[in-house]
Nanobody
Framework: QVQLVESGGGLVQAGGSLRLSCAAS????????MGWFRQAPGKEREFVTG????????GYADSVKGRFTISRDNAKNTVYLQMNSLKPEDTAVYYC??????????????????WGQGTQVTVSS
């Protein structure tokens, strides 16, 4: 079991930046592939980015490539999402997720076993 707690969301103007954090507790953090997803009102949850257990492999949705960066610090049991050049369409609840079965999980939400409660990101125009 792992518990995930997101933080760092808030209100930001278009073009601004935010850094989300997801702190994990429970099993050794390095045994989990991690991902970030988001869900906007009236829309399905969508993949944003993922990172492998060791941090050497990452993947991004086309909509965030070049603007968002995922990273992890296994010593601090934390995964980060640096979001730059934010756009109003990035407004959503952002969730982190953990997979304890694969080295890297990618974009399929069904691959992930554990989810945080989410943190709201609102980008004003």
């Amino acid at each position: 079991q792992v518990q995930l707690v997101e933080s760092g969301g808030g209100l930001v103007q278009a073009g601004g930046s935010l850094r989300l954090s997801c702190a994990a507790s429970g099993r050794p953090f390095s045994s989990y592939a991690m991902g970030w997803f988001r869900q906007a009102p009236g829309k399905e949850r969508e993949f944003v980015t993922g990172i492998s257990r060791g941090g050497g492999n990452t993947g991004y949705a086309d909509s965030v490539k070049g603007r968002f960066t995922i990273s992890r610090d296994n010593a601090k049991n934390t995964v980060y999402l640096q979001m730059n050049s934010l756009k109003p369409e990035d407004t959503a609840v952002y969730y982190c997720a953990a997979d304890n079965r694969r080295y890297y999980s990618g974009s399929d939400p069904l691959s992930y076993d554990y989810w945080g409660q989410g943190t709201q990101v609102t980008v004003s125009s």
